[in-house]
Structures are given as structure tokens and as C-alpha cells.
């Protein structure tokens, strides 16, 4: 999956700018800020910079001393916190585990984590992270999962993981997902 986040100057539009690009385009942005264009980083789901590309850009805008402002906006971590009934005083966003290199090491590094911690997944990897959060965390662990947030088909399922695990091996999964966890008692 392809995080995305989109670049409008003045009234044109950049271009895509994406994880595979942000690095290269971040240079050239910069050099509109620059001659005194307008940008508008505008995300394809959620806040720009918030588990999509941005943060490179802001960081480098603020080093070059250009003015930076952010308009609140959807931010699916929070509506998911409220509604998931776990303790919300105190929590970590995750955002997205780390694919491949990294993910195992990050999980054993979260099982003492005594904050609420919450993650982002795509459809095609949530029962297997469903199955590692059971090994790593336990399968009586309170969690709840929401999807589609704000939108027509919009669903929280609340459960230990080993119900949530149930339920979503024998329902469709569809749609972006935000998953919160109970932190370590």
C-alpha cells in the first residue's frame, strides 16, 4: 500500500508525493516556498505527516525558516481512542508497524507498554498482526478495531484479540483500520 499525500501550488497541482518520492521532491517544494509560492500539503486519508508523507518537508521548511501552519483536520487515531473504551488519559500512536525488518523487534519492545498504544493496518496484513499482537501481548488482552472512520460503513469491534481474531476470520475485511490496544497491567 501506498501512503500519498498531495502537493498544490498556487492553484496547480504538484504532484503526487508519496514515500518513494518524498526524499527527492522535498528539494524542489522547498525551492517554491522559496520564490514565495503557496503550497498546500493535502492527504489522501487523514493528516499529512501523521503515518503519511510530510514530515520530511515540514522539518526541512522549518530548518530553511519558512512559515508553516496546519489546519486541523481528520486524524483516524483519535475518534478510534474515544470510541474504543480502553483508557485514553495517557497513550502511544504506533501509526504503522514496520512491514518486514524491524516489526518483531518493535513488538517484543511494546509488551510492558503500560499506555494504551494504538496502530495503523491495511486490510491485507490485519489477521496476521491480530495473531502476532496474541503472541506478544496475549489473547486476553482488551482491544478494539475500527474501520472506515467517519465514513458510510464506519464499524468499531471491541473484544479481547482473541475475539476480535474471531470475528474478522469469519467477516469480510475491508477498509483502513485503526487498532488500539490495552497497555500492559
Known amino acids: 500500500m501506498r501512503r500519498c499525500s498531495n502537493i498544490s501550488v498556487s492553484r496547480k497541482r504538484f504532484s503526487a508525493h508519496h514515500q518513494h518520492n518524498e526524499h527527492k521532491a522535498v528539494a524542489e517544494i522547498i525551492r517554491f516556498l522559496k520564490e514565495g509560492q503557496t503550497i498546500s500539503l493535502i492527504s489522501d486519508a487523514g493528516t499529512p505527516a501523521i503515518s503519511d508523507p510530510g514530515f520530511l518537508l515540514v522539518r526541512e521548511a522549518i530548518k530553511e525558516g519558512i512559515e508553516v501552519q496546519c489546519l486541523p483536520g481528520p486524524t483516524a487515531f483519535v475518534p478510534a481512542l ?70 458510510l460503513y464506519e464499524e468499531t469491534i471491541r473484544g479481547t484479540l482473541a475475539e476480535l481474531k474471531l470475528h474478522f476470520e469469519n467477516n469480510p ?10 497497555g500492559a497491567e
Not at 475485511?173 to 490495552?182: L, M, R, T, Y
Open 82 to 151: 474515544v470510541s474504543s473504551g480502553l483508557p485514553n488519559d495517557r497513550f502511544c500512536f504506533e501509526g504503522f508497524l514496520p512491514v518486514k525488518k524491524g516489526r518483531q523487534t518493535r513488538l517484543k519492545q511494546l509488551v510492558e507498554e503500560k499506555r494504551t498504544m494504538i496502530f495503523y493496518e491495511s486490510p491485507h496484513r490485519l489477521l496476521k498482526t491480530i495473531e502476532e499482537f496474541i503472541t506478544y501481548f496475549g489473547a486476553e488482552r482488551p482491544a478494539s478495531i475500527s474501520r472506515e472512520l467517519s465514513k
Open 173 to 182: 475485511i475491508k477498509g483502513e483500520f485503526v487498532f488500539c490496544v490495552a
